[in-house]
């Protein structure tokens, strides 16, 4: 996947073109400097989903939970404040995970160890003209 993004609304686009290339991806990595638009994507993959829950940054919380209209969930971690990887154990990490429902990580990099083989990896990148390029690797 590769997506050129000029304005907000070419985020729906973006997270379309994600589900569609990536249908049976439920664990991804998104990767961006601060201020990228991580969560602002991930908010975008939601509404495609039909999560009618408010997507935010869990930040604080580490993990957010939200549900799609059919009943699976949506994980949304930020683990740009983790220090120590046993943080992530303690909040059971692995079940998360191994759970079968996605898992959208911020600040992946904190936790690489951490990642599993089947990881879809995002980078979202800065332009000089605001936009943003989206990159997947798998």
Not at 50 to 62: E, H, I, R, W, Y
Not at 96 to 114: D, H, K, N, T, V
Request: hydrophobic content about 35%; proline content about 4%.
């Amino acid at each position: 996947m590769n997506v050129l993004v000029n304005n907000p609304s070419d985020l729906q686009k973006a997270a379309e073109t994600f589900l569609h290339q990536y249908p049976d991806a439920r664990v991804v990595a998104f990767h961006g400097s601060m201020g990228a638009g991580k969560t602002t994507l991930i908010k975008a993959i939601c509404q495609q989903l039909g999560v009618n829950d408010v997507v935010n940054s869990p930040t604080f919380a580490l993990v957010n939970e939200y549900t799609c209209p059919n009943g699976q969930s949506v994980y949304h971690f930020d683990f740009y404040r983790i220090n120590k990887l046993e943080e992530v154990y303690d909040m059971g990490y692995e079940e998360y995970i191994e759970s079968g429902q996605y898992c959208f990580m911020e600040w992946p990099e904190r936790i690489e160890s951490l990642l599993p083989d089947n990881c879809i990896h995002i980078h979202i990148e800065e332009t000089n003209n605001n936009q943003r390029i989206i990159r997947s690797i798998d």
